[in-house]
């Protein structure tokens, strides 16, 4: 059996997902007794051996979609924000004097994958809404890297997950280099995801029930409230803007 929460590990988060499993794995009654870590997240997610992980919502719509269940959406802990819906941050160095995303049109643009949600989608929908591109991409392959690779004069504008961003301020000082110049529309949190096929009623009592039943700090620190139900239409509704150019 597999579980795993890939997308907001790092060293300071990593205890806190461990108690989080914990609690559902006592919940469910059954279950590995330590999240898998390492390797690659398209096998975690595709195993049939899966009972709980967490995937983008650009790759559900891409790939996954037909080949797991979503279980549910987490509720983040971001102003402003409906429940179960989060946003990115386009960020620059602090020093920079351009003012608009729009002004970064060509400049070297920061971004983790081509299949993710916040970190491409997103950034490349809010240009084309407001009649530009980001033409000069540069991929990092992790948004903490994006946001090294501007403070460190290696890329001029990157798009972060939010929450990303919160534990970046939180954790890395180089986060103190940089400023948020907007944000994008907010669109559904990164799901919940088990193997097709599985039942995801009881996994999403018993994750509802670990969620609540964590410590505030826990659930600072994730930044995690709650769980709620979003629809996968209401995935699969977010457009595909196209795919960066090959490095």
Request: proline letters at 11%; a negative charge; hydrophobic letters at 35%.
């Amino acid at each position: 059996m597999i579980a795993s929460l890939p997308m907001y590990d790092r060293p300071e988060t990593m205890a806190a997902n461990d108690r989080l499993w914990q609690r559902v794995c006592a919940e469910l009654g059954y279950g590995p007794d330590h999240l898998t870590r390492g390797g690659n997240v398209w096998d975690h997610w595709q195993s049939p051996d899966l009972i709980l992980s967490q995937t983008c919502g650009y790759p559900y719509r891409a790939r996954l979609h037909g080949t797991v269940t979503i279980v549910g959406t987490p509720v983040l802990d971001l102003p402003d924000c409906p429940p179960g819906h989060y946003y990115s941050v386009l960020v620059a160095r602090a020093e920079d004097p351009r003012e608009t995303p729009r002004d970064f049109a060509e400049a070297r643009f920061a971004y983790n994958e081509a299949l993710s949600q916040s970190g491409w989608a997103a950034p490349q929908t809010y240009a084309a809404a407001h009649g530009f591109t980001f033409s000069n991409p540069v991929q990092s392959g992790a948004h903490r890297e994006s946001a090294r690779a501007v403070a460190e004069n290696r890329a001029d504008i990157a798009a972060l997950d939010a929450l990303s961003w919160k534990m970046m301020q939180r954790h890395d000082p180089f986060a103190a280099t940089l400023r948020v110049l907007a944000r994008t529309k907010p669109s559904p949190t990164l799901p919940y995801i088990c193997a097709l096929g599985r039942d995801p009623a009881p996994i999403f009592e018993a994750l509802q029930s670990a969620i609540s039943g964590l410590s505030q700090d826990d659930r600072a620190t994730l930044g995690i409230t709650g769980l709620t139900r979003i629809t996968a239409e209401a995935y699969l509704a977010q457009p595909n803007p196209p795919p960066p150019p090959p490095n």
